[in-house]
Antibody, heavy 118, light 108 residues
Framework: EVQLVESGGGLVQPGGSLRLSCVAS????????MHWVRQAPGKGLVWVSR????????TYADSVKGRFTISRDNAKNTLYLQMNSLRAEDTAVYYC???????????WGQGTLVTVSS | SYELTQPPSVSVSPGQTARITCSGD??????SYWYQQKSGQAPVLVIY???ERPSGIPERFSGSTSGTTVTLTISGVQAEDEADYYC???????????FGGGTKLTVL
């Protein structure tokens, strides 16, 4: 069974940092592109970042570029999102998602809540 | 950057057909995807590559495309279909991805 389990969320002050993790199981992790998607309370889904199979190619939404870094450790079947210089508007549930080649996100994690507040 | 535009809400009675549209200039050149999100849950893929249905998704869910608009159609709507629906696509190089603003489907 495919599983994606996020962790690392919590309360952080503006300007602070957090690192989210997403542990994958039930599939060959290094054969899939992976994404982070976020959802502010009561709002819609927003794409955040994407990473290719070996971690050599990454892209970011303009709203997080220069502040967030996506990475992966294929030996540990784990996806990461390092979030620096956090702002109140980064408050959201963060989901990791598996991209099936040109077929959308066929599996999502349960999400982890990040709250940026003083 | 680019945008995908969805109506904020659609309401239908049980057994009727619901149609949710998504408009964007990139849609003639890139595949679209549709996700269902029920309250408090993670999204679920219901349509990929404009009109393909993942295994386990009921046949009443279908997708179509016409120019810069894609449409999710739910035939014979059931109470359990009440949810938020999001379209998604990518830019012309498939580098940047975007979601529509979401449509709340209410089953009256």
């Amino acid at each position: 069974e495919v599983q994606l389990v996020e962790s690392g969320g919590g309360l952080v002050q503006p300007g602070g940092s957090l690192r989210l993790s997403c542990v994958a199981s039930g599939f060959t992790f290094n054969t899939y592109w992976m994404h982070w998607v976020r959802q502010a309370p009561g709002k819609g889904l927003v794409w955040v970042s994407r990473i290719n199979r070996d971690g050599s190619t990454t892209t970011y939404a303009d709203s997080v570029k220069g502040r967030f870094t996506i990475s992966r450790d294929n030996a540990k079947n784990t996806l990461y999102l390092q979030m620096n210089s956090l702002r109140a508007e980064d408050t959201a549930v963060y989901y990791c998602a598996r991209e099936r080649d040109y077929s959308g996100y066929d599996h999502w994690g349960q999400g982890t809540l990040v709250t940026v507040s003083s | 950057s680019y945008e995908l535009t969805q109506p904020p809400s659609v309401s239908v009675s049980p057994g009727q057909t619901a149609r949710i549209t998504c408009s964007g200039d990139v849609l003639p050149r890139q595949y679209s995807y549709w996700y269902q999100q029920k309250s408090g849950q993670a999204p679920v893929l219901v349509i990929y590559k404009d009109s393909e249905r993942p295994s386990g998704i009921p046949e009443r869910f279908s997708g179509s495309t016409s120019g810069t608009t894609v449409t999710l159609t739910i035939s014979g709507v059931q109470a359990e279909d009440e949810a938020d629906y999001y379209c998604q696509s990518a830019d012309s190089s498939a580098t940047y991805w975007v979601f529509g603003g979401g449509t709340k489907l209410t089953v009256l």
